[in-house]
């Protein structure tokens, strides 16, 4: 048999999640500009080459270990959520389950706005009208946490299955450690 006939298909890949080829691919031009150290040394374009090929591939390990041990229910998932959260969430209706994604990708645009772009623009441009307008931002941002705290505890035992388990706003809990 000769190599053309027993090299016709390609190879298939089946990946089951492909954001880590997409994250993969994206960090990969990152090895283009892997610059020799000017130390002299004749190994240095391996050693910068090193450098930058190990946090990508220690980032594509890390994102394929937390993928791969997720919750089945990860658009209602959080690290420490506290039990009776996640017995909440788990017996959300699709609805509910809809509306606790809104309220989720609501709370972080609040928190790249309020909190996370201020302070990373605030490093890069560094005038101190624009750090004193960052300070207020953060102090905004820190002082409404209660409020929104509140509100996602009243959400929570608006849920059907938290009314029926008699679930309130004052005593759930809503991470693993106390607040």
Request: contains cysteine.
């Amino acid at each position: 048999m000769n190599w053309a006939a027993s090299h016709a298909q390609p190879p298939i890949m089946k990946l089951k999640h492909w954001s880590v080829v997409a994250v993969t691919f994206h960090f990969f031009p990152l090895l283009a500009y892997a610059q020799a150290a000017e130390s002299g040394r004749g190994d240095s374009i391996f050693a910068g080459l090193l450098w930058t090929f190990m946090p990508v591939l220690l980032l594509g390990i890390l994102l394929f270990a937390f993928l791969r041990f997720m919750p089945r229910n990860w658009k209602t998932w959080a690290p420490f959520q506290s039990p009776e959260v996640r017995e909440i969430c788990a017996h959300m209706t699709e609805a509910e389950g809809r509306a606790a994604s809104r309220r989720a990708a609501l709370y972080g645009l609040w928190c790249g706005v309020t909190f996370a772009g201020p302070v990373a623009v605030a490093f890069v441009i560094q005038v101190s009208a624009f750090i004193a307008i960052v300070a207020v931002l953060i102090i905004v941002h820190l002082g409404s946490r209660r409020v929104w705290l509140r509100l996602q505890r009243s959400f929570f035992c608006s849920t059907a299955w938290a009314r029926e388990q008699g679930f309130t706003p004052g005593r759930l809990r809503l991470f693993s450690f106390s607040i």
